[in-house]
Every structure is written in structure tokens, then in C-alpha cells.
């Protein structure tokens, strides 16, 4: 793995809370390397809102926040914070949009609403709004920016995204939140209260390795578009990498969501390394 030299706060930040993006991050360029741990900071202070509050009503507030912020900077006014700093730079020198981020925040309004998605194309569109955005964005860092190149990151930000919430489903479980489509759990005959209580049934490893085998499919498509992606901007798709790695974990877990063996799992590094050395993946 490339070296890492003293971390920024926003470096800092990204590596204790959003690993995977972080490893990910230190194969660009490293004049690239502090625009993207700015943007996934950025992401992961947004994206944790629902963990931090107590009461739906100060999640909006604190959504609001980000709003006005947001509003703010596009005004030339940028507020002391150790994120929006950093932030207000690649605004001002024109490497990110007002709006792109607007939208990131907006997206994160579901997470409030403690509902699950009703149907695969529901969470198909949290996930294209949250990680594929989030993957758009960092490739146009690194100097991506045609449409081909837009879509082949969204492409691999979406792939991830949805390994993501695979993985995520015990923490979610644990504050009784579930983002899996009701409609293929209903199919598969799995109940919410299977997943809450983490109960190893047949029925959930079969609806999970349905899953698994929709997020291999989207990690294929994602592969097959990469020549779209400039070199210099890989590493914003790195992380489907650790995506397949993942579902190899899980693949031999039985399929089972629960197993700390896919949940937990390390980053494959050195699948990751050979990937970034290679500008590939």
C-alpha cells in the first residue's frame, strides 16, 4: 500500500469511519488524495445523521444544516467547520457543484423515514443517490468528467453500494431499521422480525444469495464499462474491489447475512494493492 503521510483532519476522519473509501482513496494521485477524503468526509458527516439523533425531527435539523450550508458557500460564505472548509475550496475553484451535493443530502432524508424500501427498483434509486453519486463525483475529482466516464462510476458506486447494505444489515438490525426491498423478502417468505432477531433461517440465505448474485452481476457490468474511466480516476472505482471480496466472504459464509466473517471482514488489501498498482478493477 502507498504510503501514508500525516493525516488532515478529513483524511483522519474518512479512515476511522469510512475505511474502505480511504484505502481506496490513497491510489489517486496524491494531489488528488485530499479532494476525495474532503468529499467522503463530506458523505460520511451526512450519511450518519440517522445514527446521531434520538428523534427523527433533529435528523431534518441537522439536514437543514447542511442545506444552509450548502447555500452559504454557493453565497462566498463558508462556516468554521473542520469539513466545510476543505469543502468551500473545491467549490470555489470549481471541482464540485452546489448542487451535486445538495443532492447527496437530500437522498438522505429516506434514511428518516425508518422505512424499508418497498421494492428492488426503491432501493436501487437510495443507493444510485448515495454511493453512485458519491463514485461520480470523486472520478470527476480525478479529472473524469464525459458522460461515458459519469456512468461507468456510477456504475461502480452502485455495485458497492449495494454490498454495502448487505453488510450493513446487522447494524441496522440492531436499531430495528431494515433497507432490504420488502417485496423479495415477501417472495422469499422471510419476515422483518427474522432479520431483527438475526435468525439463521434457510429461507434468509436464500433471499441473500439472490442478492449476492444481482450485486456479481453489477460488479460484471461495472468491469465491462471501466475503459470508460480515465486512468487517473480509478481509484474512485477501487472499491468494487473490495465489493467482490466481500461476496466472496459471504459465499462462504453460507450465505449466511449474519456471519461476522462477512460483515467484519477486513479489506481484501492485497487484492486491493495489485488492482491500484495496475489501474484496474
Not at 504510503?3 to 474518512?14: F, G, I, N
Request: charged share 30%; aromatic share 8%.
Amino acid at each position: 500500500m502507498p504510503d501514508t503521510p500525516k493525516l488532515s483532519h478529513c483524511a483522519d476522519y474518512v479512515r476511522r469511519h469510512d475505511r474502505d473509501r480511504f484505502l481506496c482513496a490513497l491510489f489517486a494521485t496524491p494531489e488528488k488524495r485530499e479532494s476525495l477524503f474532503t468529499l467522503y468526509a463530506f458523505n460520511q458527516e451526512v450519511s450518519k445523521t440517522r445514527e446521531m439523533v434520538s428523534e427523527v425531527m433533529l435528523g431534518h435539523i441537522r439536514l437543514q444544516w447542511w442545506r444552509d450550508t450548502l447555500t452559504e458557500l454557493g453565497d462566498g460564505q463558508v462556516r468554521k467547520h473542520e469539513v466545510v472548509e476543505p469543502l468551500a475550496d473545491l467549490v470555489r475553484d470549481g471541482h464540485l457543484a452546489i448542487a451535486d451535493l445538495e443532492a447527496i443530502v437530500a437522498a438522505r432524508e429516506f434514511d428518516l423515514e425508518d422505512r424499508q424500501p418497498a421494492t428492488q427498483q426503491e432501493l436501487d434509486r437510495y443507493i444510485d443517490q448515495t454511493s453512485g453519486q458519491i463514485s461520480v463525483l470523486a472520478s470527476r475529482l480525478l479529472g473524469a468528467g464525459s458522460d461515458d466516464a459519469d456512468h461507468a462510476a456510477r456504475l461502480a458506486g452502485n455495485a458497492y453500494g449495494l454490498v454495502g447494505i448487505m453488510r450493513a444489515i446487522v447494524f441496522h438490525g440492531r436499531s430495528k431499521r431494515l433497507y432490504l426491498p420488502k417485496d423479495r423478502m415477501e417472495h422469499h417468505e422471510v419476515a422483518q422480525g427474522d432479520v431483527f432477531e438475526f435468525r439463521k433461517k434457510q429461507e434468509i440465505r436464500e433471499f441473500i444469495r439472490e442478492l449476492a448474485e444481482l450485486a456479481r452481476a453489477r460488479i460484471a457490468e461495472a468491469r465491462k464499462h471501466r475503459s470508460a474511466l480515465p486512468k487517473q480516476a480509478h481509484a474512485a472505482a477501487l472499491p468494487v474491489v473490495l465489493a467482490d471480496g466481500y461476496l466472496r466472504k459471504l459465499a462462504k459464509s453460507g450465505y449466511d447475512p449474519f456471519s461476522a466473517e462477512f460483515g467484519l471482514a477486513r479489506p481484501a488489501s492485497l487484492r486491493l494493492t495489485l488492482n491500484g498498482m495496475f489501474k484496474r478493477y
